[in-house]
């Protein structure tokens, strides 16, 4: 899910990932000592994250 999006790779793969902004928010994060999960649901994507204060 984060993962870099390819034009190059097969939409079986493609499947897999998110878009560039995950991508951006989670090293966005990381730099702040945070970080972002996915979190199960019964419906739609949700995703906790923290920083630390």
Do not use: N, W, Y
Not at 16 to 36: A, F, Q, S, Y
Request: no cysteine; hydrophobic share 45%.
């Amino acid at each position: 899910m984060f993962q870099r999006p390819s034009a190059l790779s097969t939409q079986a793969s493609r499947e897999d990932r998110g878009g560039l902004g995950l991508l951006i928010v989670k090293r966005m994060l990381e730099l702040h000592g945070g970080d972002i999960r996915l979190v199960e649901s019964v419906s739609g994507a949700r995703f906790r994250f923290f920083v630390p204060l």
